[in-house]
């Protein structure tokens, strides 16, 4: 085959030189625009675990690069006058430079061409190619020119950064943070080589602009920076090698996906994308020549597969495609996560996370990494950290303590640890009144570990029922049987038990959710309300009616009642139910109230009447015990409640007392578009969290007790509720210890004989895995 690769960095290199090693017969070229053995850029970092790939295909240029490398395990932290340092995570890094250079004289050895100061017009060029290398770059122009076929998403992020360099030496990959009158500035810091250092100084637009760096020469902005990180730098300078550039030399960075990655052009040949031209990665996680080198690792298997001649090309192109389009969209989740970090760190986390919760957040921003993973990494440093959690919730000795497992106090309620059991709809009363039933699956949950026991949302009124089998607290009798299941768990564990109320407003009147979730009943349906006139299922649910302003007082006393209801049945705990498209979420979203008076239009105005029952509520509610509010923080519809507008619904609900959110999602409108995946909420209670001011709950894909340690040991929130693990495992808190190998957890006494057999289970699993 003649192959022409279109840009000489590390893609196209590194496929040139594997495919002549596959069959030294291909007639290969690569074009680039700069001189021989010259390119632009400081350092590059990957992974250990990319070099071990890399050493498969070619041990030659891997075991020269790896001579190049520097290498270090170390993370530190520079915070607030503090240095932080974590070990185990494996980095390697080196000049782009020498990077490049090995793998140009690398493919000069096998016999790839390599032509330089040759600016690549077009893949119409090369007419007797079969297959064009498009590995031009993120403004590539090949990706250009056929626009409408690889449909590139090209997002262009907020913060501003400037790519530096530096000849202090640093023994670890250091982040710096640095306060200014305007905001946080953050700089990426790694070693390459044995003189120089890549210095990356990274700030919000604002921030940026308020300093005037907008209007700053490359001179101006790098003695800024060396002023600002004057303290890490020890008095060397900063250098640039971006002279080319006019101007500033602060970057935005472009975040690419593309649609299609090949074509065949008019002239016959076909083209590819790789590298940057068709996928970028944020610097936050280093992972661009990551994605570069596998591209060309996984081309070249699957011509190696499938056959490298001419006609396997489509062929190889498209599994090619298939296969990559999956790792690519992992790894670029991973630095969207990483890259968002650092763009809200200055908002989010800086001022309000100490120094140790900080690099714990900082460390677990990808979502790559977890609180297990960082045990493997460096578990003296995480246990050092458990014991710094553990202190701060009152629990002080020295076997540390795993988050999930420490108290947590609200009012006069302590819990013993922060698992949740989520309220979760079990469609079983009878008219209202709980059972035998809820007993039995209540109490189990709480014999099985959890801190916090929900019961499912509890109806207000009959009218405000989801279906008949859901239980309300509106009868003297329905109180009688929720005060049985609270004295039976208080008498027989040391779980403390919560009770949700809501009004289902228009998604009232349904069927049991085994008979058809959301349906409207086959006979027998009452009449329903909300905030304004709607139908749920379009064309299928019943028509609510508005409420009018006796209807808001009548249901807002009923709230009250049903809140006087709980104390006397003796729950420890109440949560307001403000979500998923009921009563009250109803008047909050904007999808739900088309409403033209003071409870309508603006978000205040649509706050209006969930704060006043709110308020009533809070007041019928014993002062010592605590209140949440369960919101849907995402409506998941364009035109809804945005994570926006949750900060201020949150801060507005801890303005009127709320002790906590509880950060849902969704169940709003049935043209929802949820973006799911494991912890797919905790983004929402995190921000809430920080940026609010109020603590969270988190739900959603919460399954592990690795989940639930990283959620909370970052301080992304306060509790963690778990609802379908629980459904499968009453005692999955136990069993989760037991997983994790915390033996200080104590169980019911009636089942302590199951203890010590189960975790020497768990064990022997763990140690015949090797991850003991």
Not at 206 to 224: E, K, M, P, T
Not at 339 to 365: A, H, I, N
């Amino acid at each position: 085959m003649k192959i022409v690769c279109i840009g000489g960095g590390p893609a196209g290199l590194y496929l040139g030189l594997l495919m002549k090693k596959l069959d030294p017969s291909h007639d290969i070229t690569v074009v680039e625009r700069n001189r021989a053995y010259d390119t632009f850029g400081w350092g590059v970092v990957f992974s250990d675990a990319t070099m071990d790939n890399m050493r498969q295909w070619d041990r030659e240029s891997a075991d020269e690069i790896q001579e190049a490398f520097n290498h270090w395990d170390d993370i530190e932290l520079l915070f607030k006058g503090r240095t932080i340092r974590s070990g185990g995570h494996g980095f390697v890094g080196i000049g782009r430079k020498k990077l490049l250079n090995i793998l140009q004289a690398r493919c000069e050895a096998l016999g790839v061409k390599l032509v330089f100061e040759t600016e690549a017009e077009s893949d119409l060029d090369y007419p007797d190619a079969d297959l064009i290398i498009a590995s031009d770059g993120i403004n590539s122009r090949i990706r250009g020119r056929y626009e409408d076929v690889f449909k590139p998403d090209i997002v262009t992020r907020p913060n501003r950064y400037i790519w530096l360099g530096t000849h202090r030496l640093y023994d670890a990959f250091t982040f710096d943070f640095q306060r200014t009158e305007h905001g946080w500035f953050q700089a990426h810091i790694y070693k390459f080589d044995a003189e120089t250092t890549t210095f990356i100084v990274e700030c919000p637009e604002h921030v940026w602009l308020a300093h005037g760096l907008d209007r700053a020469d490359q001179a101006q902005s790098i003695a800024f920076c060396e002023d600002l990180f004057k303290d890490t730098l020890q008095g060397h300078k900063l250098m640039t090698n971006a002279r080319h550039l006019r101007g500033s030399a602060w970057l935005n960075f472009q975040r690419v996906v593309c649609e299609q990655w090949w074509l065949k052009n008019r002239n016959g040949s076909h083209v590819v994308l790789m590298g940057d031209a068709v996928h970028t990665a944020h610097f936050a996680i280093g992972s661009g020549t990551k994605l570069a080198f596998e591209d060309a690792i996984e081309l070249t298997r699957q011509f190696q597969r499938l056959g490298d001649t001419a006609d396997r090309i489509p062929a190889v192109l498209e599994a090619y495609q298939e296969l990559r389009r999956v790792e690519t969209l992992r790894l670029q989740n991973a630095a969207w996560n990483a890259m968002e970090w650092f763009e809200v760190c200055g908002k989010r986390y800086c001022d309000q996370l100490e120094p140790e919760q900080f690099m714990y957040s900082m460390l677990t921003r990808s979502q790559r990494i977890s609180h297990e993973n960082l045990r493997l990494r460096d578990k003296g440093w995480l246990e050092g950290y458990e014991r710094w959690f553990a202190e701060r919730a009152g629990v002080a000795g020295p076997t540390p303590t795993p988050p999930m497992f420490t108290p947590y106090t609200v009012r006069g309620v302590t819990l013993k640890n922060r698992v949740v059991v989520s309220p979760m709809a079990q469609y079983s009363a009878e008219d209202g009144l709980v059972s035998d039933y809820h007993l039995v699956h209540l109490g189990a949950r709480a014999m099985g570990g959890a801190g916090l026991v929900f019961a499912e949302m509890t109806c207000v009124s009959p009218e405000g029922r989801i279906t008949p089998g859901c239980p309300g607290l509106y009868r003297p009798e329905h109180t009688e049987g929720f005060r049985r299941i609270a004295d039976w768990i208080h008498r027989h564990t040391d779980a403390k038990f919560a009770i949700q109320i809501g009004h289902a407003g228009a998604k009232a009147s349904t069927r049991l959710a085994w008979e058809g979730i959301d349906q409207p009943l086959a006979s027998g349906n009452w009449p329903i309300m909300s905030a304004s006139e709607q139908q749920y299922l379009e064309g299928v649910s019943q028509v609510s009616r508005a409420m009018t302003r006796a209807d808001m007082d009548r249901v807002r006393d009923q709230f009250v009642a049903t809140t006087q209801a709980a104390a006397q049945a003796g729950a420890d705990w109440l949560e307001l139910h403000c979500a998923h498209g009921y009563l009250l979420s109803s008047f909050i979203s904007p999808l739900t109230n088309h409403r033209d008076d003071d409870y309508g239009g603006s978000l205040e105005n649509r706050l209006r009447y969930p704060l006043e029952v709110f308020a009533a509520v809070r007041a019928a509610w014993p002062a010592d015990k605590p209140m949440s509010v369960r919101i849907s923080a995402h409506d998941w519809v364009e035109g809804g409640i945005t994570p926006d507008d949750a900060v201020e619904i949150a801060r507005a609900f801890k303005a009127a007392g709320a002790d906590m959110i509880d950060c849902s999602s969704g169940q709003v409108s049935k043209k929802e578009r949820p973006v799911f995946g494991r912890m797919f909420q905790t983004p929402f209670a995190d921000r809430i969290r920080q940026e609010a001011g109020i603590p969270t709950i988190a739900v959603g894909a919460i399954s592990e007790a690795d989940h639930a340690n990283s959620i909370l040991a970052a301080g992304r929130a306060d509790l963690c509720a778990v609802a379908r693990p629980h459904l499968a495992n009453p005692a999955w808190t136990l069993t989760e210890a037991a997983k994790i190998g915390y033996v200080a957890v104590d169980w019911p006494r009636q089942y302590r004989s199951g203890k010590a057999q189960m975790e020497a289970n768990f064990a022997r699993e763990k140690a015949l895995s090797g991850k003991a």
